[in-house]
């Protein structure tokens, strides 16, 4: 379940972001900038996990939604990363507009590939184990 990290992150960075941009509040803009920190790095560890099961599975790499899945997170994890050296570089100015565009973009991308990773889950029975009860 380490896919719950870097998406809680990405979506409170979004709406720490909307914040700042109504209050003006440097803490939301700080805030924000963190949240994408500790987004990215999560999201590394959930990309190394991802990665593991397509290379370890031919049926799991064989799946179109699997390479819709994997391209959408590595767009929107690109996005953060931008989003990110922005706001490293240019502090809280980065955030209105362009800042609170880029997160948006990323929670909808993200919601994206939540579907399609749902696809696999559901459809393609992807990581779910078939237990059988034996008597």
């Known amino acids: 379940m380490v896919i719950a990290f870097p998406i809680a992150c990405f979506v409170l960075a979004f709406a720490s972001d909307i914040a700042f941009y ?3 509040n440097q803490f939301w803009a700080t805030a924000s900038f963190w949240l994408l920190s500790v987004g990215l790095i999560t999201a590394a560890v ?6 593991v099961e397509v290379f370890g599975d031919n ?3 064989d799946l179109s939604d699997t390479r819709v899945h994997a391209v959408s997170n590595g767009i ?14 240019h502090g809280s100015s980065a955030v209105v ?10 929670v909808l991308v993200l919601m994206f590939a939540g579907w399609k990773g749902g696809e696999m889950v559901f459809r393609h029975r992807v990581g779910v184990a078939d237990h059988r009860e034996r008597y």
Do not use: C, D
């Not at 959930?46 to 990665?51: S, Y």
């Not at 929107?76 to 570089?89: D, G, T, V």
């Not at 507009?97 to 990323?106: A, D, H």
């Open 22 to 24: 109504a209050t003006s």
């Open 97 to 106: 507009p362009t800042g609170m565009v880029l997160s948006g973009i990323v």
């Open 46 to 51: 959930a990309a190394a996990t991802g990665l």
């Open 76 to 89: 929107a994890l690109l996005i953060a990363l931008y989003n990110w050296y922005s706001r490293f570089e």
């Open 59 to 61: 049926r799991v790499r």
